[in-house]
């Protein structure tokens, strides 16, 4: 499986931006894609995840109502709408696939990740 993120950028505080996670191989393998990111000098963290089937989602409690994950599965893509950005959110924002349930958290195939820059 072959994970391509791309919709990175520099956004003012307030603003939006929509990521795109695009998937290949052998996706019909994994049950669902989760969002992740990274800033610098800390872990990374869980950000949002949703699967292929139902469409369940899940957020951090430090999105939620800011950020939206949604999926296309005839293209095997996954969106994640961010709005009203804050500086704390800027980070390398990662897609990864997972072969497990959601709930469990743990994932098998990783992209590379896209930066996300939100100016105050």
């Known amino acids: 499986v072959q994970l391509q993120a791309s919709g990175g950028g520099l956004v003012q505080a307030g603003g939006s931006l929509r990521l795109s996670c695009a998937a290949s191989?052998?996706?019909?393998?994994?049950?669902?894609i989760g969002w992740f990111r990274q800033a610098p000098g800390k872990e990374r963290e869980f950000v949002a995840a949703?699967?292929?089937?139902?469409?369940?989602?899940f957020y951090a409690d430090s999105v939620k109502g800011r950020f939206t994950i949604s999926r296309d599965n005839a293209k095997n893509a996954v969106y994640l709408q961010m709005s009203s950005l804050k500086p704390e959110d800027t980070a390398v924002y990662y897609c990864?696939?997972?072969?497990?349930?959601?709930?469990?958290?743990?994932?098998?195939?990783w992209g590379q990740g896209t930066q996300v820059t939100v100016s105050s």
């Open positions: 949703i699967s292929w089937g139902v469409g369940s989602t």
């Open positions: 191989g052998r996706t019909f393998s994994t049950n669902g």
């Open positions: 990864a696939a997972t072969i497990r349930p959601l709930i469990e958290y743990k994932y098998h195939y």
